[in-house]
């Protein structure tokens, strides 16, 4: 299967790199390049692959799915939406060496990245980021378009709605849940809820406002 990576940045890199790593595997995936707006990067190779266009070139390039690779939550699900109506194929991206449960539910899009685990009974929804060596335990519900950071532990039964942001290495108790598109600051412990749409700061996760927009600030 030849895989379009949408997105050229480091993210984007970090995507390839786990297509390339389960091509490795004798999986059937062929990434064949990124898309980008950015005309600085037209033409560079990362990872041994090119940059082949922008990001509205995929209906003039040959391939079977694409893969959403941003970051910020906000771009990340406009772009899967715009590439979804377009009646694209929207590849799932899992390391070799993540251990997902095989009961788990993967969305169409997510990414799942170098050692991260994801326990039995845990449903995970489309356009995710679960980045490195995070771990999701048993029975958690994560919406779609949520990134889970590098280092987060979330207890067992935690609900992530859509479009939340964990930082970096924050920890999240058992049955807690994070309302849609809030942002757990890197470090914290969660141990009461978050309302939608707030930032939270402090060891304890403290609600400091409303999100001024969702655009992944």
């Known amino acids: 299967m030849t895989v379009l990576i949408v997105g050229a940045g480091k993210h984007a890199q970090v995507v390839a790199d786990i297509l390339l790593r ?10 064949v390049g990124y898309l ?16 082949l266009g922008a990001t509205g070139d995929f209906g ?13 939550n906000a771009i990340r699900r406009r772009l899967f939406d715009q590439l979804r109506q377009a009646g694209e194929r929207l590849f799932t991206a899992r390391h070799p060496q ?21 326990n039995t009974g845990s449903a995970v929804g489309a ?8 771990s999701v335990d048993h029975h958690n519900r994560i919406g779609d378009h949520v990134h889970i950071a590098p280092g987060v532990h979330l207890g067992g039964e935690v609900v992530v709605d859509e479009g939340a942001l964990v930082g970096i290495g ?48």
Do not use: Q
């Open 22 to 31: 389960m091509r490795e595997r004798d999986e059937a995936v062929d990434p």
């Open 127 to 134: 356009n995710v980021i679960l980045n490195t060596s995070c």
């Open 98 to 118: 993540a251990v997902v449960a095989p009961d788990v539910v993967l969305g169409d899009g997510t990414v799942v990245c170098a050692g991260v685990v994801v």
């Open 60 to 72: 003039k390039l040959a391939h079977d799915a694409v893969v959403v690779a941003v970051g910020s």
């Open 170 to 217: 924050a920890l999240v108790t058992p049955r807690r849940r994070v309302g849609a598109w809030s942002i757990v600051g890197a470090g914290l412990l969660v141990h009461h809820d978050v309302p939608a749409g707030v930032k939270t700061v402090g060891a304890a996760a403290r609600v400091i406002g409303a999100r001024r927009e969702r655009d992944g600030a």
């Open 36 to 51: 980008d707006d950015d005309p600085s990067l037209a033409g560079r190779k990362f990872l041994g692959l090119p940059v």
